[in-house]
Every structure is written in structure tokens, then in C-alpha cells.
């Protein structure tokens, strides 16, 4: 599976040379976290530059090991294998449209772009403007061979240290079974280098949660390791609550060319608050007509103020709080302004590293839990691979589903 995230724009870039907005990278489904099965299911890379001429784009891969280290071998990190061929497909910017020029929409792989990558593990991708030899984002992004068939399950369970309502939690399990080399691709695959599981909700890129057998954490478990049937478990996961929804597109309520607001007016913490139903982290923009247009939008919070820094966080920051800065805090709220394209987004606030504090926990909240199992292959003096990928869900309600 190849999976990514959201462009980080690089601070300090020449004003001349091409601005990247609202990139997003994602599989099957856009609440996926960016994924595709290596040679069989791409990944879809979309954003928008705003230039005064078409760039000459190139896309750069380098893999990294399960903890986001470059993996220092030329025969993994193979800088003229790992980089798109051709110039990269885009349309036309629909005519009325200022904020940019330029939309770019495709997979990776490609057999025309960029055939397969060779080897699975974590990977970075970075997008560069060839004429000016400059670097305009980068993201991360995984892929994943198929050796595995994971299967998780997702309970409910109570945390009995916790207090209301942090005692409520999802429990999650993946198990899988190691392949003899002829039900696999030929290779042999020692049960001792299976040793890490790492576990994302919805689409919070940056936010897994490990299972390691070399970890003392007293919420993870792994039952039949150096076996060939291992399972990984996690027993803490605050479900959190379903996250806010944020509208853009009616432009009666949202009017072009002025700085807008929230027509509800400022949010408020939802730490009791009932959840309602989100789209798992999801973000669907206007497209393909005059109104696919950005705007300058300010999230407004009223909040008692805090010595932790607030922050916003969604799919136009990749999930990620110091993304952009934390909102500043003047007259009794907590402002943050981004620029938009119209659509629909999820969103909620962090207050320093706590996702609860403002937003509430609850079992009734419904996540998309997505696991990557890791294996350290010992060819070219040792490197991370990912062997399978599996997904799954929450059950909601209201009660304990864990036996």
C-alpha cells in the first residue's frame, strides 16, 4: 500500500517561484489515510499551483525506517530509480478562479509517471520545481507490499485508572499468520524481524500509536512473537469525539474576495457534548467550476484562556497542530486565519498535546482505525519494510463490547 499526507509548504520561498495550495494524498476513499497496494492499487496525489506558467514539476521519493530515519543504503534509496519521469499531468484553473492557476490530479504509481516502487517501508515525498530548483513541499507517505492478510478487530473497552470520561477507550487488535515462502513471493520471512505494529485513527498521519515488542508499555501486548501466528494489541485509544464539520461552499453565507468567519459564530469546547456523525477525516472540495475558489478563512474559538498554545487542526494542515502556528489569543478568543478552497472539511482544536480537553471522549464516536505492520528485512545491511496493511472500525454505543 502506498499511503500519504497533506503538503507541508517550505517557509521562506521565493515569491517568484510557483505556490503549492491544498494538497491532499489518499487511497480507495478520501477518509483514507493515503493508500495503495504496491503494483496493484495506486494512491491519489491531488493540489493546485498558483504560478504564471505551467512548472516543470518533478516528484522525489526517499524511504525512511519505521522511525522516520532515512534509510542510508543506495540499493533502497535509489535516487534515480525513486523520481517521476515525465512532466506531471494538470488542468486549467476554471475561468474566474484567482487563487490559482494550475490543478493537478493523479496516481502513484503510474506506468507513465513513475512505474513501482521497489522495495515497501516509509517513504517522503517532496515536489520540486525543476526551473527554479526549488523545493516547494513535502509529505509523508507509505507503501506496502500484500505478503500479509492482517485482520483487526476494534472494541470497546473500560479503562478502570481512568475518570469519566476518559475511561472510555478502543481496544484494537491485529493478528496475522507469517506465510511459508511458496504461499509468498518465494521469500523467507523470520518471525523474530515481525516486531512492530503502529496504529493511526481516521486520517492523523502524525499521530500512530506503536505496538513494540521492545517497549515497556503496559497497554500493549504481543502474544506469539518469534511464532508464526503473532497478534498485536493496543487496550488505551481514546475514541475522542467525532470532529467538527466546517461548510464552505454556499456563497450567499460566505461571500468571495473578504476575510470570513464561521456564520454560527465562535465554537465552543464540546468536552460533554453528544457526538455527531463525521466523515472520518475527510475533506471534499468545490471543483470544476467558478466557485473552486479559496478564501481567507479565520476559525474563531471561545475559550477560558491557557498557558498551553490552541491549535486548529484538519486536512489543510495534515492533522497536524504546530502546522501554520497556534491561534492567538485577543479579547477572550482564539483566532486562527488559513486560506481554503470552498468544500467541506473536518476539524478540531488541540490545546498543547491534549485532543481531548476541548472536544470530549466517547464511546459513541465512530473511527477508522488503520494498522501497518512492519518487518526488518536483513538484505543490504538491514532495512523497514511494510508486509501488510489492514483497516477497521469502532463499534460506537454506548457500552463495553471487549471480552
Known amino acids: 500500500m502506498l499511503l500519504l499526507a497533506a503538503v507541508a509548504p517550505v517557509p521562506g520561498q521565493d515569491p517568484g517561484v510557483p505556490e503549492i495550495r491544498g494538497l491532499r494524498l489518499y487511497g480507495r476513499s478520501r477518509a483514507d489515510l493515503p493508500v495503495a497496494f504496491i503494483r496493484r492499487e495506486p494512491m491519489t496525489i491531488e493540489f493546485d499551483i498558483k504560478a504564471g506558467h505551467p512548472p516543470d514539476l518533478e516528484l522525489r521519493f526517499f524511504h525512511y525506517d519505521r522511525n522516520w530515519n532515512l534509510t542510508q543504503t543506495g540499493f533502497v534509496n535509489d535516487e534515480f530509480h525513486n523520481r517521476t519521469r515525465i512532466e506531471l499531468p494538470f488542468e486549467f484553473a476554471p475561468v474566474g478562479v ?51 492478510r492482517p485482520r483487526m478487530k476494534v472494541d ?53 500509536r506503536r505496538i513494540d515488542t521492545d517497549d515497556r508499555d503496559p497497554q500493549t501486548f504481543v502474544e506469539g512473537f518469534s511464532t508464526h501466528s503473532m497478534v498485536f494489541r493496543i487496550d488505551n485509544i481514546l475514541p475522542g469525539n467525532e470532529y467538527r464539520l466546517l461548510d464552505l461552499r454556499n456563497t450567499d453565507f460566505y461571500p468571495q474576495d473578504r476575510p470570513i468567519r ?3 459564530g465562535a465554537d465552543l469546547s464540546r468536552f460533554p457534548g453528544r457526538p455527531a456523525r463525521d466523515n472520518n477525516g475527510a475533506s471534499f472540495l468545490v471543483d470544476g467550476s467558478r466557485y473552486a475558489e479559496y478564501l481567507d478563512f479565520e476559525f474563531e474559538l471561545l475559550w477560558d484562556t491557557s498557558e498551553e498554545p490552541v491549535f486548529v487542526v484538519g486536512d489543510f494542515n495534515r492533522w497536524m497542530p504546530d502546522r501554520g502556528g497556534p491561534m492567538r489569543f485577543e479579547n477572550g478568543r482564539y483566532r486562527w486565519r488559513t486560506t481554503l478552497r470552498r468544500g467541506r472539511y473536518d476539524y478540531q482544536y488541540v490545546v498543547g498535546d491534549d485532543w481531548i480537553v476541548l472536544e470530549g471522549n466517547d464511546w459513541r464516536t465512530v ?37
Open 367 to 403: 473511527n477508522q482505525y488503520t494498522a501497518l505492520v512492519y518487518y526488518r528485512d536483513p538484505r543490504f545491511g538491514g532495512f523497514d519494510r511494510i508486509l501488510g496493511v489492514v483497516k477497521g472500525q469502532s463499534p460506537g454505543g454506548t457500552s463495553v463490547t471487549a471480552h
Open 98 to 148: 484567482k487563487g490559482y492557476t494550475y490543478h493537478y490530479s493523479f496516481q502513484i504509481p503510474d506506468e507513465r509517471l513513475f512505474g513501482v516502487f521497489l522495495f515497501s517501508g516509509n517513504y517522503e515525498v517532496e515536489i520540486w520545481d525543476t526551473d527554479s530548483d526549488e523545493l516547494l513541499g513535502r509529505s509523508r507517505f507509505f507503501v506496502s507490499d500484500t505478503i500479509l
Open 262 to 264: 464561521s456564520r454560527d
Open 156 to 208: 470497546n473497552r473500560q479503562e478502570p485508572s481512568a475518570m469519566n470520561p476518559y475511561y472510555q477507550v478502543n481496544q484494537v487488535e491485529v493478528a496475522f499468520t507469517i506465510p511459508s515462502p511458496d504461499t509468498a513471493d518465494g521469500q523467507s520471512y523470520f518471525p523474530l524481524d515481525f516486531n512492530a505494529v503502529d496504529v493511526y485513527r481516521n486520517r492523523e498521519l502524525y499521530r500512530p
